[in-house]
């Protein structure tokens, strides 16, 4: 069979994701595996339409499609989604349509799910036979059993493949949203005296939905909003994935664009931060990943930390609960508020106008009371698995991060907690006498659960 590979890392053949699949060429020696370095080659393929049509006759020409990618918060590189686009700017779906799929992916684990769900509906959408995914830990194919794993899941894919299976959907194809927006003149009554309001967006131009939205929220303020389009932004290049940042924030683009001075006079200093993108495909575009992408130089510190953030959707959010998910989790892993997202998917202009004032009082609000509304597991499963992955492995590469978790009281592992460790301990040992055991599970195990709580409201 022939297998065709697209590689999503930006640093080509010296990636890890490109290990596992130099693996899987010495396992399966009787298949033919080509690989297209796309995410690297990206800037190549835009200019060169001869460099472009031979991936697309690769994967014409393929029995499967192998999707490999590295993590790049929670989906794929920028260039990587900028290659997705073309693929359907350029109208090039026939050579992806009824190709048998899988997706490896290596990360952390870290919103790994979301990057997936991506890739799998990006398949669907190109009416691919999408089988199955593995995502693997950077390290994973340094251990036997997880190596035995994915040659099982690299089997099934090709007997699927062999067999043409029928494959298992997840995702309805997208109806788009055609409502336009006309906004009726705002009043800037919103109060945001002190509160410094920036909006992030990828487009002014007021032709298009997203740009009257920004536009009209940036006039509902009655401190003028400051207001950066992404396409002026000085980004020269793409994240290169060579964490040369780890030790000290510094990035090699930093001095060649302005991307990271913008950021740090900007963005840290906001108190109110909106983003403002249309969906294209199942994300939003690939200008914006790359803005994602570059803030990597903060590392996994929490950079716009306290703030108020929500966003500003042109599209089918409704349909597109992933792309909602990663929103929400950008902001509460920033341990700022999630104030919200306002989408376009309403039925009158008058109703997004509505939305829109009561997005932004809400914002003026919270930020006047430095609210911050409970992290969700969104938020919560993040900070934990960075915790412990910048206390453990990565702490030797990632330095500037440990610095920042230390000074910062990151570092709340339970086994600090010394006094209900003591309290496991006695629990323990009284637990394993029969009377007590009963008792506790029978009479004091609930009405101790609410001890404490009934104390507040009974004082309230
Ligand atoms: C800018 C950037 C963003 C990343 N985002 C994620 C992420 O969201 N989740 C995750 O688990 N790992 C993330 N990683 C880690 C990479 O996915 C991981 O190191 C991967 O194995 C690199 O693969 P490659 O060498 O094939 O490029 C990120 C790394 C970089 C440089």
Redesign the pocket.
Known sequence: MKISVLNG???GE?????QYVFFLQKKFPQHTFSIQHVAQRLGKLERDQAAWQTVCDDVAAADGVLWAF?????LVHAEYKRFIELIWERQAQKAFSGKYAAALS???????HTAHNYIQAICEDLGMQYVNYYSAD?HDLAKAKERQTFLRFAEHWFDAIAQAKPTLKAFAPIQANAMTYTPAPASPAVKNAGHKVVIVTETTDTQTNLGRMVAQLRQTFAQPAEVFDLAQVDMKGG?L?C?RCAYDNVCVWDAKDGYHEWFDAHLKTADILIFAGAIRDRYLSARWKMFL?RS?FNNHAPALMGKQIGYLVSGALSQQHNLREMLQAYAELQRSNFAGIVTDEVSSSAELDAQIQAFAEHAARCADQQHIQPTTFLGIGGQVLFRDAIWSDMRFVFQADHRFYKANGFYNFPQKKYHIRLLNLLGAVLMKIPAFRKRFYSKEMIPGMIRGLQKVVAEA
């Open positions: 890392s930006p640093k010296q990636s890890v994701t490109m590295p993590l790049y918060y929670m290596t990360s952390i684990h870290f919103y790994d950077m994240c994935g964490i992408d990597f």
